[in-house]
């Protein structure tokens, strides 16, 4: 008889659990828990900075932000902060730093600035640091580019989830920033914000700055100068013949398909 209370006990709790595993979307917690994606299923899925799909992925990416928006932007509640980093997790060793790889690639990490649209700085420091497929595609994009005398220009890399929580604080808006218990292709590595300048360091006019929020810097947007869509192309291009694939809203964000990786809290150091 006990044996018989003790089945109906487990299955009353691990029945639902199961069902619910099965049939509801993945929580944020789920998302992080799981173990880098394969190859192949990374490329089976959509596009998008957040691991949304297209239409979502446009009003949950950090980087759109309407700058006249700004400070009216709808307040939402904070979320649940990620757990604080465990001592020795994430290793410098689980990323390779752009910088060293090729120092011909021009670095401008808005969020280590106060020119960013947060209008303070966020990160203590700049680093462009990315996972090592992630980083050595972008080292062969850098090399299609100089073999037409122009050169990659970083806005930024990788996000570490404590500053992505730092950007949510600041603006605890899913329409502008990703919550950081969701987390963003930044965070786990794989994505970049960039540009292209000429042989002066010159970027190229690519219709929008970085950062702005808008049908303007959407690429599907052709209603643009010709210049600023060849620009585009040539962007679009050079990124998606490495491995990285663009989003609709944001002509400057690429995520790398290659490879995923689970979100990290790792933070370089400043020393
Ligand atoms: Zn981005």
Redesign the pocket.
Known sequence: MKQLLLLLFVSLFWLPACVNNNSAPASADEVEAAPPATADSVAGTEPG?DDLPPEQAESA???AINPSAGSQAPMMPAMRAPAPPAPGQGRNADFLDIATLDPGIRLDIRYATDNNFTQSKIYDCPACLLRPEAARAIVRAQQLLQRKGMALKMF?CYRPRPYQQRLWNKVPNPDYVTPPSKG???SRGV???LTIVDKSGNELDMGTPYDFFGPEAHTDNMQLPARVLANRRLLRETMEAVGFQGIRT?W??FSFRGKNYPLSDYVWSCE
Request: hydrophobic fraction near 35%.
């Open positions: 900075d990416d950090l980087e930024d963003s292709m930044h994505a970049v914000d944001e400057w964000h």
